[in-house]
């Protein structure tokens, strides 16, 4: 009996430990669609046993339409149960865009373009699963809102995300 209730005890403390764990390091790719197809180079750092940092550099692009972006988020992280968390977070960015629409249904136009500099808040929800060797893939979804030059003051984010984590 002290035996198994030695390895219920031992096996309650490594599943808790599993769940509390942030990987230091987590360097990938996150893809999505927020007006445009899109690619995030993405790092997150952890900051202790349930938040962490996480920065975005990326770009998106449509026929007439191109972003870059640099986002920076403060993520809260909360076991579900095994590898599987869901996370929260605020933070913001900052970018430029530029619109071009010389072309219309194959014509050519001169007219309507325009670039600027945007900055933007943002929040951040969505869920992760940590596999046992160092990969986290998560799906999230980000709420934009423009605070200067954002063009139509909101944008809804979602995508899919691969990490390496070390």
């Not at 996480?54 to 339409?65: C, F, I, Q, S, V």
């Not at 920076?72 to 149960?81: F, K, P, R, T």
């Not at 960015?93 to 629409?101: A, E, F, I, Q, T």
Request: hydrophobic fraction near 35%; charge should be negative.
């Amino acid at each position: 009996m002290k035996k198994l209730l030695g390895l219920l005890l031992f096996l309650g403390l490594a599943y808790t430990a599993q769940g509390q764990n942030i990987s230091k390091n987590a360097l990938g790719l996150r893809l999505g669609d927020n007006k445009g197809f899109g690619t995030e180079v993405s790092y997150q750092r952890g900051l202790g046993k349930n938040n962490r940092l996480e920065l975005d550099l990326g770009w998106r692009n449509n026929d007439n339409l191109s972003t870059y972006q640099l986002v920076g988020l403060y993520q809260w992280v909360w076991n579900i149960e095994g590898g599987f968390n869901w996370y929260a977070g605020v933070g913001g960015g900052l970018g430029s865009w530029s619109y071009n629409d010389k072309y219309y249904k194959g014509q050519y136009y001169d007219y309507n373009d325009e670039s600027r500099t945007f900055v933007f808040a943002a929040g951040d929800i969505g869920v992760e699963y940590d596999f046992d060797i160092p990969l986290l893939i998560s799906l999230d979804f980000r709420p934009q809102v423009g605070l200067v030059n954002y063009g139509n003051n909101s944008n809804f984010d979602i995508a899919l995300g691969v990490r390496y984590q070390f």
